[in-house]
């Protein structure tokens, strides 16, 4: 136990040295390896660097030589094989050999020693006692030995290689065979893969290598080689073959071999040549060549000269970017389109950069116009392959497009692209509230609100005003614009102006003229007419109802008018030709003063007048005088001043109470007539007189109104487009079987006895076949070149021409006819609106498409042709629809039709049902068993061919509702009709939800299948879709009229309506009786002159025989049974119809009559605006359908007296609904009256209106 405590530095035990000391080594000679390693690593790495540098350096040297000398190939297999053993031999003296050398540790140690200064030899120490501490040593020996161990084994662990290694040397190495590695590649540049491929395979022979061969067979005899390529030009475009034709001097002693290469490539392949019969000829054709080859011809020894061959991509055009820049006052951006035309639509002045991109590199190219000016096309670099032109656009043009690339190749003239040159039109402005002249008084607030627009934008709209009387000076106020109302189209705008803050000090009696001006950004301005504001005292505007803001009332005084009318001519001034403009003013001068003597206008009668206010009256006379000698001078601007002027001083001198003389009238107002307070204050009293040259528009019309195309010219030009869309239709039949016959001409011959399906309507079947364009029966054309397919074909190719030269004619004819329509629409509406211009589109598209057809059908491209003439049909077809909506005066009547459309849609799927169902059970009738399949006889098939044809035409008319619904929708919109907006979107949306149009298809489809229980299902679902579709109209029409008073007006003007329309249809009057005859003058046969007096008798004013008669309503109102001998004749003209209808016309007004009355009947009936007796009177009226509703207008001579007793009690009946309503009419209005009367007798808000008079006058 001493011994074991009694030092600590005492030797361990024998067994315990030997273990620790074992260990310690161990891990010494670990660390020795891990260095050992490292160091034949960093060996090996500088050897394969000297091995790089001197393999590269040989194969540097073997280039030169070879480049200088040219080394025969055996030489170079020789110098190659050479080479590679000296690699050899580097790689295991320079790689294998370090990697294999013999390290011992003692080595390891020192080179370890002589690395780190803080090893002190423990290391070599270590390494040189480390291994004999294990033999037979005391344990002292041991002990130390061990303790150096584990102390070099501490160090070594702790050893980095980084110190220990020489890193750099290795760095001069890699550095150094970097640099050589760049010297090869920049020599590279001169030593090409060629050489390199002479060098490195040498087994292959090069050309040089042939050559030579060639060269030292001197006992051969040389031969020379005739190459000729198809195509002759050594350029050739991608991916076409190239033929190689050699033909030799002498004999080939060996095989003809073809050897090429292609672009990039360094090794040449080898092809044989064929032998054709041609003496030492040989030929090769290579498909499909897609890049540049070099070739070269050898038989034996003997080679060719090298040929190169380049490849060049075809010309190809992408498209055409086309920039527009408009204008610089217009400030918008430019546009940019790209596509295959180059079709320009711009404003005049804009600024046009034609692009034409290419697939390769454009030298350039040509612009040629129609009118003789070449532009050339500037060629771009870069990598669009684009050249350029740019030109301004000053009118309409064509041009074509030539371009021309850079290696020559060209592609042009292109074909013809249109230059549309869009004229920035003038704005228009209409004045939407007020829309007629005001009474107000001094202090009031006038809010107006104009509909203006422009194409471009507007830059400012502008109220004009003037005070008449001594104010011969301009006022303006500008409008407020915002960003919105600048941008191109139409857009409302409104101004309020406080008449207290105007520059004149108004009072009562004073009159404000004023106008509208619109200007657009390039400085046009448009004009609206003129309007008057009278300023009335504040007592008898206190009068009205609500105070200070009442509804506006027409200006009584005639001279108002002629002001208005003088106004127009002026306004119109820029848009019409000098002569047209001095004879609007010379006839308005004449009617102003005819035979020299000025009118009579409506003023203040002077001798009740005082005489200050008589002098207004005097002068105001002479204005007149001189406005009419200013017409006469051509100066309708100056004369409206001078009327002005005129007006201002009758005003200010009668302050409108008693200026007005007893003329030919007509009064206005409220249903009530004098019952209403102003018309009693103010005389509100409007005078038939000369009207201005725009009407002014009805109630509720858009403010579009002069701008949009009448309904009468809409509906005329709509009936015209759709005869104009049946002869294209029948043309387009007629090209194509004509198409076919000079194609084939036997193609045709199997349908020529082809008849029509039997068993339709009896309706249809009555209806002839379309007639040709020139009025022909094709049916009947001995010149149809179909008729005899057995004729000679000389004469069959005779007459095909002669009928297409025929055609070419007929489309020409019909080209001729849209751009007619075209013509008349646009002088019809000289500043049209949206709508407008898109109909014009229409109708030019469909000119353009005509022309160009029938310019291909005379050039015998009648595929061509025959789809022009399609585009053209569907070009028409749009101008038909878009006029569908124009061709009624109001939204009421427009409604009305879409309603009468989808009865008309309705009646015709229930008689197809009708008609379906008695087939059917017709043929049940003949099999008893209800299980079995329906078999139908040959006419009954034939009825259900007919039906099913029916279907797809009633699915046509289901399509062209959905179309004209949806305008209609559009249309109540923008009238702000909210209630009927809604209800048509209903429709709109059931139509399309429904698909009503798809389902008759399937209809159709069963009909034609025989699918009968399938059809019945889909017709019943067809027949409660269109009776959804009803109600929503009718719910849409009844929205039109939003009071009970409005319904019952209007179902009495309906019911009114229908007897006119019955009379005129049955050539009876009105009451039922056959009407009387119409003398040649236009008077009843028992008219006296006498009776005619009234339309002249005009009291102390002037006449104008044009324009004054006497007003039928306004007599019978004073006298129920007093009539003029006018009045009956403008009665029996009515009665009389105006021109004779065939008896398809006929049979259509008797159906749209029946239909009239029908829906009549259930609006009634929905309102509840009858008793229950008139309503199922006016039921039965309509419950008959088409055929016995036509017996009430039978013309046989024997029932001639029947059917004046069945006309006459059917008209009977009508009347007596409408005096029902009337009654009906007459308890709503008495009621309103009798509300009215119970008012107080002074309203409040006019106390408080005349103390606010009162108090300004006193503070003035």
Same mark, same amino acid.
């Given at each position: 136990?001493?011994?074991?405590?009694?030092?600590?530095?005492?030797?361990?035990?024998?067994?315990?040295? @030997?273990?620790?000391?074992?260990?310690?080594?161990?891990?010494?000679?670990?660390?020795?390896?891990? $260095?050992?390693?490292?160091?034949?690593?960093?060996?090996?790495?500088?050897?394969?660097?000297?091995?790089?540098?001197?393999? $590269?350096?040989?194969?540097?040297?073997?280039?030169?030589?070879?480049?200088?000398?040219?080394?025969?190939?055996?030489?170079?297999?020789?110098?190659?094989?050479?080479?590679?053993?000296?690699?050899?031999?580097?790689?295991?003296?320079?790689?294998?050999?370090?990697?294999?050398?013999?390290?011992?540790?003692?080595?390891?140690?020192?080179?370890? &020693?002589?690395?780190?200064? #803080?090893?002190?030899?423990?290391?070599?120490?270590?390494?040189?006692?480390?291994?004999?501490?294990?033999?037979?040593?005391?344990?002292?020996?041991?002990?130390?030995?061990?303790?150096?161990?584990?102390?070099?084994?501490?160090?070594?662990?702790?050893?980095?290689?980084?110190?220990?290694?020489?890193?750099?040397?290795?760095?001069?190495?890699?550095?150094?065979?970097?640099?050589?590695?760049?010297?090869?590649?920049?020599?590279?540049?001169?030593?090409?893969?060629?050489?390199?491929?002479?060098?490195?395979?040498?087994?292959?022979?090069?050309?040089?290598?042939?050559?030579?061969?060639?060269?030292?067979?001197?006992?051969?005899?040389?031969?020379?080689?005739?190459?000729?390529?198809?195509?002759?030009?050594?350029?050739?475009?991608?991916?076409?073959?190239?033929?190689?034709?050699? +033909?030799?001097?002498?004999?080939?002693?060996?095989?003809?071999?073809?050897?090429?290469?292609?672009?990039?490539?360094?090794?040449? +392949?080898?092809?044989?040549?064929?032998? $054709? =019969?041609?003496?030492?000829?040989?030929?090769?054709?290579?498909?499909?060549?897609?890049?540049?080859?070099?070739?070269?011809?050898?038989?034996?020894?003997?080679?060719?000269?090298?040929?190169?061959?380049?490849?060049?991509?075809?010309?190809?055009?992408?498209?055409?970017?086309?920039?527009?820049?408009? !204008?610089?006052?217009?400030?918008?951006?430019?546009?940019?389109?790209?596509?295959?035309?180059?079709?320009?639509?711009?404003?005049?002045?804009?600024?046009?950069?034609?692009?034409?991109?290419?697939?390769?590199?454009?030298?350039?190219?040509?612009?040629?116009?129609?009118?003789?000016?070449?532009?050339?096309?500037? #060629?771009?670099?870069?990598?669009?392959?684009?050249?350029?032109?740019?030109?301004?656009?000053?009118?309409?043009?064509?041009?074509?497009?030539?371009?021309?690339?850079?290696?020559?190749?060209?592609?042009?003239?292109?074909?013809?692209?249109?230059?549309?040159?869009?004229?920035?039109?003038? !704005?228009?402005?209409?004045?939407?509230?007020?829309?007629?002249?005001?009474?107000?008084?001094?202090?009031?607030?006038?809010?107006?609100?104009?509909?203006?627009? =422009?194409?471009?934008?507007?830059?400012?709209?502008?109220?004009?005003?003037?005070?008449?009387?001594?104010?011969?000076?301009?006022?303006?106020?500008?409008?407020?614009?915002?960003?919105?109302?600048?941008?191109?189209?139409?857009?409302?705008?409104?101004?309020?102006?406080?008449?207290?803050?105007?520059?004149?000090?108004?009072?009562?009696?004073?009159?404000?003229?004023?106008?509208?001006?619109?200007?657009?950004?390039?400085?046009?301005?448009?004009?609206?007419?003129?309007?008057?504001?009278?300023?009335?005292?504040?007592?008898?505007?206190?009068?009205?109802?609500?105070?200070? /803001?009442? &509804?506006?009332?027409?200006?009584?005084?005639?001279?108002?008018?002629?002001?208005?009318?003088?106004?127009?001519?002026?306004?119109?001034?820029?848009?019409?030709?000098?002569?047209?403009?001095?004879?609007?003013?010379?006839?308005?001068?004449?009617?102003?003063?005819?035979?020299?003597?000025?009118?009579?206008?409506?003023?203040?009668?002077?001798?009740?007048?005082?005489?200050?206010?008589?002098?207004?009256?005097?002068?105001?006379?002479?204005?007149?005088? $001189?406005?009419?000698?200013?017409?006469?001078?051509?100066?309708?601007? /100056?004369?409206?001043?001078?009327?002005?002027?005129?007006?201002?001083?009758?005003?200010?001198?009668?302050?409108?109470?008693?200026?007005?003389?007893?003329?030919?009238?007509?009064?206005?107002?409220?249903?009530?007539?004098?019952?209403?307070?102003?018309?009693?204050?103010?005389?509100?009293?409007?005078?038939?007189?000369?009207?201005?040259?725009?009407?002014?528009?009805?109630?509720?019309?858009? !403010?579009?109104?002069?701008?949009?195309?009448?309904?009468?010219?809409?509906?005329?030009?709509?009936?015209?487009?759709?005869?104009?869309?049946? +002869?294209?239709?029948?043309?387009? *039949?007629?090209?194509?079987?004509?198409?076919?016959?000079?194609?084939?001409?036997?193609?045709?011959?199997?349908?020529?006895?082809?008849?029509? !399906?039997? #068993?339709?309507?009896?309706?249809?079947?009555?209806?002839?076949?379309?007639?040709?364009?020139?009025?022909?029966?094709?049916?009947?054309?001995?010149?149809?070149?179909?008729?005899?397919?057995?004729?000679?074909?000389?004469?069959?190719?005779?007459?095909?021409?002669?009928?297409?030269?025929?055609?070419?004619?007929?489309?020409?004819?019909?080209?001729?006819?849209?751009?007619?329509?075209?013509?008349?629409? /646009?002088?019809?509406?000289?500043?049209?609106?949206?709508?407008?211009?898109?109909?014009?589109?229409?109708?030019?598209?469909?000119?353009?498409?005509?022309?160009?057809?029938?310019?291909?059908?005379?050039?015998?491209?009648?595929?061509?042709?025959?789809?022009?003439?399609?585009?053209?049909?569907?070009?028409?077809?749009? @101008?038909?629809?878009?006029?569908?909506?124009?061709?009624?005066?109001?939204?009421?009547?427009?409604?009305?039709?879409?309603?009468?459309?989808?009865?008309?849609?309705?009646?015709?799927?229930?008689?197809?049902?009708?008609?379906?169902?008695?087939?059917?059970?017709?043929?049940?009738?003949?099999?008893?068993?209800?299980?079995?399949?329906?078999?139908?006889?040959?006419?009954?098939?034939?009825?259900?061919?007919?039906?099913?044809?029916?279907?797809?035409?009633?699915?046509?008319?289901?399509?062209?509702?959905?179309?004209?619904?949806?305008?209609?929708?559009?249309?109540?919109?923008?009238?702000?009709?909210?209630?009927?907006?809604?209800?048509?979107?209903?429709?709109?949306?059931?139509?399309?939800?429904?698909?009503?149009?798809?389902?008759?298809?399937?209809?159709?489809?069963?009909?034609?299948?025989?699918?009968?229980?399938?059809?019945?299902?889909?017709?019943?679902?067809?027949?409660?879709?269109?009776?959804?579709?009803?109600?929503?109209?009718?719910?849409?029409?009844?929205?039109?009229?939003?009071?009970?008073?409005?319904?019952?007006?209007?179902?009495? /003007?309906?019911?009114?309506?229908?007897?006119?329309?019955? *009379?005129?249809?049955?050539?009876?009057?009105?009451?039922?009786?056959?009407?009387?005859?119409?003398?040649?003058?236009?008077?009843?046969?028992?008219?006296?002159?006498?009776?005619?007096?009234?339309?002249?008798?005009?009291?102390?004013? @002037?006449?104008?025989?044009?324009?004054?008669?006497?007003?039928?309503?306004?007599?019978?109102?004073?006298?129920?049974?007093?009539?003029?001998?006018?009045?009956?004749?403008?009665?029996?003209?009515?009665?009389?119809?105006?021109?004779?209808?065939?008896?398809?016309?006929?049979?259509?007004?008797?159906?749209?009559?029946?239909?009239?009355?029908?829906?009549?009947?259930?609006?009634?009936?929905?309102?509840?605006?009858?008793?229950?007796?008139?309503?199922?009177?006016?039921?039965?009226?309509?419950?008959?359908?088409?055929?016995?509703?036509?017996?009430?207008?039978?013309?046989?001579?024997?029932?001639?007296?029947?059917?004046?007793?069945?006309?006459?009690?059917?008209?009977?009946?009508?009347?007596?609904?409408?005096?029902?309503?009337?009654?009906?009419?007459?308890?709503?209005?008495?009621?309103?009256?009798?509300?009215?009367?119970?008012?107080?007798?002074?309203?409040?808000?006019?106390?408080?209106?005349?103390?606010?008079?009162?108090?300004?006058?006193?503070?003035?």
């Amino acid at each position: 136990m001493t011994d074991l405590h009694a030092s600590p530095s005492a030797p361990p035990s024998d067994t315990a040295v @030997a273990s620790t000391g074992g260990a310690s080594y161990e891990d010494l000679r670990a660390s020795l390896a891990r $260095v050992r390693w490292a160091l034949k690593r960093a060996a090996a790495a500088r050897g394969l660097a000297v091995v790089v540098l001197e393999s $590269v350096g040989m194969l540097l040297v073997l280039a030169l030589l070879d480049y200088l000398y040219v080394m025969p190939q055996i030489v170079r297999i020789g110098v190659l094989a050479v080479a590679g053993v000296a690699v050899g031999v580097l790689i295991v003296r320079h790689v294998v050999r370090e990697l294999l050398r013999t390290i011992p540790d003692e080595q390891v140690a020192m080179y370890i &020693e002589e690395r780190q200064q #803080g090893a002190d030899g423990a290391l070599l120490s270590a390494t040189a006692f480390g291994q004999s501490a294990a033999g037979d040593r005391n344990a002292a020996y041991r002990y130390i030995v061990d303790h150096i161990v584990a102390s070099a084994a501490s160090q070594a662990g702790g050893l980095r290689l980084s110190r220990v290694l020489d890193l750099a040397r290795l760095r001069k190495y890699v550095l150094t065979a970097a640099v050589v590695l760049f010297f090869c590649a920049v020599s590279a540049i001169k030593f090409s893969s060629s050489r390199v491929h002479r060098l490195l395979m040498p087994w292959q022979a090069s050309k040089e290598d042939l050559a030579s061969v060639a060269s030292t067979a001197e006992e051969r005899a040389k031969i020379e080689f005739q190459i000729a390529l198809d195509p002759q030009d050594r350029r050739l475009s991608r991916g076409s073959s190239l033929g190689v034709k050699a +033909k030799l001097s002498g004999s080939a002693t060996d095989e003809v071999r073809f050897s090429y290469r292609l672009k990039g490539s360094a090794a040449f +392949k080898t092809l044989p040549m064929q032998e $054709v =019969d041609e003496l030492n000829t040989y030929t090769l054709r290579l498909p499909d060549i897609v890049d540049d080859l070099e070739f070269f011809l050898q038989c034996g020894g003997q080679v060719s000269e090298t040929v190169a061959v380049s490849v060049f991509d075809p010309l190809e055009l992408k498209g055409y970017q086309v920039t527009v820049v408009p !204008p610089e006052y217009a400030g918008g951006q430019p546009s940019v389109v790209f596509g295959r035309t180059a079709d320009i639509s711009a404003l005049v002045g804009s600024r046009v950069i034609l692009r034409a991109l290419a697939n390769t590199a454009l030298a350039g190219g040509e612009a040629v116009f129609g009118d003789g000016r070449r532009l050339p096309l500037v #060629g771009e670099t870069g990598g669009e392959h684009a050249a350029k032109v740019e030109f301004t656009i000053d009118k309409d043009a064509t041009f074509s497009v030539a371009i021309a690339s850079v290696d020559q190749q060209a592609i042009g003239p292109s074909s013809v692209f249109a230059v549309h040159a869009i004229v920035d039109e003038p !704005p228009t402005v209409a004045v939407t509230s007020p829309t007629s002249d005001l009474s107000v008084h001094a202090s009031a607030e006038i809010p107006f609100i104009v509909h203006a627009g =422009d194409d471009v934008g507007l830059d400012h709209v502008d109220l004009v005003y003037n005070a008449g009387k001594g104010d011969i000076g301009e006022h303006r106020l500008a409008f407020p614009l915002t960003t919105t109302d600048r941008t191109p189209g139409e857009h409302d705008v409104a101004l309020l102006m406080p008449l207290a803050e105007a520059k004149q000090h108004l009072k009562a009696g004073d009159s404000l003229f004023y106008h509208v001006q619109a200007f657009d950004r390039k400085g046009q301005q448009y004009t609206s007419d003129i309007y008057l504001l009278k300023i009335r005292p504040y007592e008898i505007a206190g009068a009205f109802p609500n105070g200070v /803001a009442h &509804e506006a009332h027409r200006h009584p005084a005639n001279l108002m008018a002629f002001i208005a009318a003088v106004w127009n001519i002026h306004v119109q001034k820029a848009r019409v030709s000098s002569a047209d403009y001095d004879k609007l003013c010379d006839e308005m001068a004449e009617k102003m003063g005819p035979g020299g003597v000025p009118l009579k206008f409506a003023k203040p009668k002077p001798g009740s007048l005082t005489p200050e206010k008589a002098a207004m009256v005097k002068e105001g006379d002479d204005h007149i005088v $001189v406005a009419i000698a200013k017409l006469k001078a051509h100066d309708a601007e /100056a004369s409206t001043a001078e009327l002005r002027q005129a007006l201002a001083l009758y005003t200010s001198a009668g302050v409108g109470m008693d200026m007005l003389q007893q003329t030919d009238v007509q009064e206005i107002g409220g249903v009530g007539g004098h019952d209403d307070p102003m018309a009693d204050a103010l005389g509100f009293l409007k005078m038939d007189a000369p009207k201005p040259a725009f009407d002014a528009p009805p109630p509720g019309a858009s !403010p579009d109104y002069h701008r949009a195309i009448k309904g009468e010219d809409a509906k005329r030009l709509r009936d015209e487009a759709k005869q104009l869309e049946k +002869k294209q239709e029948h043309l387009i *039949a007629e090209v194509k079987k004509l198409a076919m016959v000079a194609a084939d001409p036997h193609a045709a011959a199997p349908n020529q006895n082809h008849q029509p !399906p039997a #068993g339709e309507d009896q309706a249809k079947a009555d209806q002839k076949p379309p007639a040709a364009a020139d009025g022909k029966d094709p049916a009947h054309d001995q010149n149809d070149p179909q008729r005899d397919p057995q004729r000679d074909p000389a004469a069959q190719t005779a007459d095909v021409a002669e009928r297409t030269a025929e055609l070419g004619k007929e489309q020409q004819q019909l080209a001729e006819d849209a751009n007619r329509l075209a013509q008349q629409l /646009a002088k019809a509406a000289p500043n049209a609106d949206k709508d407008t211009r898109e109909v014009l589109d229409h109708l030019r598209q469909t000119h353009e498409q005509m022309a160009e057809a029938a310019d291909k059908i005379r050039a015998g491209t009648l595929q061509q042709a025959a789809a022009h003439g399609e585009e053209a049909r569907h070009e028409l077809a749009k @101008a038909a629809e878009k006029l569908d909506v124009s061709q009624f005066a109001d939204l009421q009547h427009t409604i009305e039709a879409a309603e009468d459309r989808v009865q008309q849609i309705a009646e015709q799927q229930k008689r197809i049902r009708d008609a379906t169902d008695r087939v059917v059970e017709d043929a049940a009738k003949r099999n008893p068993d209800p299980n079995a399949e329906v078999k139908l006889t040959a006419p009954e098939a034939e009825k259900i061919r007919g039906l099913a044809k029916l279907q797809v035409e009633n699915q046509k008319a289901a399509e062209d509702l959905e179309a004209y619904v949806q305008q209609v929708a559009k249309l109540a919109q923008s009238q702000d009709k909210k209630e009927a907006a809604d209800e048509l979107k209903k429709a709109a949306k059931t139509m399309e939800q429904d698909q009503l149009a798809e389902t008759m298809v399937t209809a159709a489809v069963n009909l034609a299948q025989h699918d009968f229980t399938e059809a019945k299902e889909t017709q019943k679902k067809l027949g409660e879709g269109l009776d959804k579709l009803t109600h929503q109209l009718q719910a849409a029409n009844g929205a039109m009229a939003a009071t009970r008073e409005q319904k019952l007006k209007r179902a009495d /003007a309906e019911v009114k309506e229908l007897i006119a329309k019955t *009379a005129e249809l049955g050539g009876v009057a009105p009451d039922g009786k056959p009407a009387e005859p119409i003398a040649a003058d236009g008077k009843d046969a028992d008219h006296h002159d006498g009776d005619a007096k009234t339309a002249d008798a005009k009291t102390g004013d @002037a006449k104008n025989s044009d324009a004054h008669r006497a007003d039928p309503a306004h007599a019978d109102a004073k006298n129920p049974d007093a009539k003029t001998g006018e009045a009956k004749a403008a009665e029996a003209t009515a009665a009389k119809p105006k021109k004779e209808l065939s008896d398809e016309e006929q049979r259509q007004a008797q159906a749209d009559l029946r239909r009239a009355t029908a829906r009549l009947a259930k609006r009634i009936a929905d309102d509840h605006l009858a008793d229950a007796t008139v309503q199922a009177q006016l039921q039965a009226l309509a419950a008959t359908d088409d055929a016995s509703f036509r017996q009430l207008f039978a013309t046989g001579k024997k029932e001639h007296k029947d059917q004046n007793d069945k006309l006459g009690t059917f008209i009977s009946s009508l009347k007596s609904v409408s005096n029902h309503l009337e009654g009906k009419l007459e308890s709503v209005l008495k009621a309103k009256r009798l509300s009215a009367a119970t008012r107080e007798e002074t309203p409040a808000q006019y106390r408080v209106l005349v103390n606010r008079y009162y108090e300004q006058l006193a503070k003035e």
